[in-house]
């Protein structure tokens, strides 16, 4: 990608960020199982974690270093980040010029509806360089201040999941309509059940699967197991009372987890920091806004 259409793609995308602390998050208002952030860091960002989305997006400014599938990486201005679910990585800036990168965050359910049920494209270079591609993510992740519009959502899907398909190059298996409506009905009994424990038996009854049939299908579908998917919707929830200014110790309980410790354990596990660094990250951009 040129300097010129390097300029233009982002214009205006800093703006969010240029007067709130140095180093921030912010989060737009999205559909459910779609979020968007900006992130701007000096130094170290992110201990290794793993969360149960994909995590796709483009370095807006500075060297985001990272380490993915076992190698460091380099993502430059213009560049695109593709993390797989469920992948372990870290992330930082790779020079003391700072980082800026603009990211979009997607539940695998949400492609999987665009791929017919077929399985999740994985492609495996981590950083790629794409004008076409990156257009496509910049006309989501650049008016990250808007609400997208429903009808924008689904043709934007749409052509993310043909440039993902295409540089995972190989084509998607099918999976079984049986499998793919057991992993459907688990997720969503999951999802409405997360503040409390669910019995594998409670599954089997749902789906008609015994336990280990399920745990494969789910994985195949979604790639992650029934726990950490349920683990991750707490986890979720648990962000968003944090932006609302909740103390953590009382966000713990209401998200379903058995006390404050435990929380941050698998805080930090999916996200690399702990819940109080999420939160002074949020409430500082939230202040200098």
Same mark, same amino acid.
């Given at each position: 990608?040129?300097?010129?259409?390097?300029?233009?793609?982002?214009?205006?995308?800093?703006?969010?960020?240029?007067?709130?602390?140095?180093?921030?998050?912010?989060?737009?208002?999205?559909?459910?199982?779609?979020?968007?952030?900006?992130?701007?860091?000096?130094?170290?960002?992110?201990?290794?974690?793993?969360?149960?989305?994909?995590?796709?997006?483009?370095?807006?400014?500075?060297?985001?270093?990272?380490?993915?599938?076992?190698?460091?990486?380099?993502?430059?201005?213009?560049?695109?980040?593709? #993390?797989? *679910?469920? &992948?372990?990585?870290?992330?930082?800036?790779?020079?003391? +010029?700072? =980082?800026?990168?603009? %990211?979009?965050? $997607?539940?695998?359910?949400?492609?999987?509806?665009?791929?017919?049920?077929?399985?999740?494209?994985?492609?495996?270079?981590?950083?790629?360089?794409?004008?076409?591609?990156?257009?496509?993510?910049?006309?989501? #992740?650049? *008016?990250? &201040?808007?609400?997208?519009?429903?009808?924008?959502?689904? +043709?934007? =899907?749409?052509?993310? %999941?043909?440039? $993902?398909?295409?540089?995972?190059?190989?084509?998607?298996?099918?999976?079984?309509?049986?499998?793919?409506?057991?992993?459907?009905?688990?997720?969503?009994?999951?999802?409405?059940?997360?503040?409390?424990?669910?019995?594998?038996?409670?599954?089997?009854?749902?789906?008609?699967?015994?336990?280990?049939?399920?745990?494969?299908?789910?994985?195949?579908?979604?790639?992650?197991?029934?726990?950490?998917?349920?683990?991750?919707?707490?986890?979720?929830?648990?962000?968003?009372?944090?932006?609302?200014?909740?103390?953590?110790?009382?966000?713990?309980?209401?998200?379903?987890?058995?006390?404050?410790?435990?929380?941050?354990?698998?805080?930090?596990?999916?996200?690399?920091?702990?819940?109080?660094?999420?939160?002074?990250?949020?409430?500082?951009?939230?202040?200098?806004?």
């Amino acid at each position: 990608m040129s300097h010129d259409l390097n300029s233009q793609a982002f214009e205006g995308l800093g703006r969010l960020c240029v007067d709130a602390a140095e180093n921030c998050i912010i989060s737009a208002s999205d559909p459910a199982g779609m979020e968007r952030i900006e992130a701007r860091f000096h130094g170290s960002a992110f201990d290794l974690h793993r969360h149960d989305t994909y995590a796709i997006g483009v370095t807006l400014h500075g060297v985001q270093r990272f380490r993915y599938l076992g190698v460091t990486r380099h993502s430059l201005p213009g560049q695109i980040i593709v #993390l797989h *679910p469920d &992948e372990l990585h870290d992330g930082g800036a790779g020079t003391e +010029d700072g =980082l800026r990168y603009r %990211m979009l965050y $997607l539940e695998p359910s949400l492609m999987l509806d665009c791929l017919g049920g077929a399985s999740l494209p994985f492609v495996r270079d981590g950083v790629l360089t794409d004008d076409s591609f990156c257009a496509t993510l910049l006309s989501a #992740l650049g *008016p990250l &201040e808007e609400e997208l519009d429903e009808l924008f959502v689904a +043709d934007f =899907l749409a052509r993310l %999941m043909q440039s $993902l398909t295409r540089h995972a190059g190989q084509p998607a298996k099918p999976m079984a309509r049986t499998a793919w409506r057991a992993a459907t009905l688990a997720r969503d009994y999951l999802t409405e059940n997360f503040g409390r424990p669910v019995r594998s038996d409670e599954l089997e009854a749902i789906t008609g699967l015994d336990r280990y049939a399920l745990s494969r299908h789910f994985r195949a579908a979604f790639c992650t197991s029934p726990h950490r998917f349920q683990v991750m919707r707490r986890l979720q929830s648990a962000r968003r009372m944090i932006a609302a200014g909740e103390p953590l110790a009382q966000i713990a309980i209401e998200a379903g987890f058995s006390d404050q410790s435990h929380f941050i354990r698998q805080f930090k596990k999916a996200f690399g920091m702990t819940p109080g660094r999420w939160s002074s990250l949020i409430q500082g951009t939230a202040a200098a806004a």
